[in-house]
């Protein structure tokens, strides 16, 4: 790992613990649901190496890593079938650390990938991988986009996308820090995408839907992102994100609550790694029509 000068702490702090605990995930867990070579040095030589991971074992952490590493999980299962089915286009929204293009790239991956963010998070990215020696993969476009401003479909287009074939699309982490009419624009302007499109997220439930404990633990979650300077600022049900995606031409597959990915994902470990609490969905969708 090379000794390039120190970065600045990171421009998105949710990024960057997102990236931490799938980091965390190479070093304490196993088996692992989700293997990544490149989740330590991601993070920059420095934190790297300043990364005590028992530090980020309590049991909230814990919770925490087990959904990111299964959305992780989720999410590129449901791209590695799209490929198979000939998708030769991905698109990240919000795609922070994501690393799916390095790893692809060692198997001579012939899909374009388009991770958009905002630029100082990819400012930041790129200087990581010129820190630590590595080249960006060829077929990687990024891609500055304010998915508060602007459209996906047209910022795709405007990298190179093609929009009469196939993308697969991943938002983890995203819907839940975008207003709820900025939500609906976005979803709406997924129509724009061919047939045979498929789509993964993640979003919040609405915290009546939730049982009481449930809720109390989402509250203190919620409350300690706002105080981090990141407010969550939409949540939803269901039937809403069916309709909203059915609207755009999607047809949903599977919409997984914490149950479904502990049974699928963390069944009988003996370590005991799973999600706690029932506050966020994951769906993976196709468009039809």
Request: proline residues 6%.
């Amino acid at each position: 790992m090379s000794h390039a000068p120190s970065l600045p702490d990171c421009p998105s702090p949710s990024a960057f613990r997102v990236a931490l605990s799938r980091a965390i995930h190479q070093v304490l867990d196993e088996p692992r649901v989700f293997d990544d070579a490149f989740a330590l040095p991601i993070l920059g030589a420095d934190a790297a190496a300043r990364i005590d991971p028992f530090h980020h074992n309590g049991v909230a952490a814990r919770s925490m890593r087990a959904g990111i590493v299964a959305r992780s999980r989720f999410a590129e299962d449901r791209l590695q079938a799209a490929i198979e089915a000939g998708t030769r286009q991905y698109a990240l929204l919000g795609a922070g650390l994501d690393t799916w293009a390095l790893r692809a790239a060692r198997f001579g991956s012939e899909v374009r990938v388009f991770e958009l963010d905002q630029a100082a998070m990819q400012a930041w990215k790129a200087a990581v991988l010129e820190a630590n020696g590595w080249r960006k993969p060829v077929g990687l476009e990024w891609v500055e986009q304010d998915l508060r401003h602007g459209t996906v479909p047209d910022a795709l287009a405007g990298s190179g996308a093609d929009l009469s074939a196939p993308v697969a699309i991943a938002i983890l982490g995203v819907l839940v820090y975008l207003g709820e009419e900025d939500v609906t624009r976005l979803l709406s302007s997924l129509g724009r995408f061919a047939p045979g499109s498929t789509l993964v997220l993640d979003y919040r439930l609405q915290d009546e839907l939730l049982p009481p404990m449930d809720r109390m633990m989402m509250r203190a979650t919620a409350e300690a992102m706002a105080a981090g300077g990141e407010p969550w600022r939409s949540s939803s049900d269901p039937d809403r994100m069916r309709a909203l995606l059915s609207d755009a031409g999607f047809d949903v597959e599977q919409d997984l609550g914490p149950a479904d990915l502990n049974a699928r994902y963390f069944d009988r470990r003996r370590d005991g790694l799973q999600i706690a609490g029932g506050g966020f969905r994951h769906l993976s969708a196709i468009k039809r029509r």
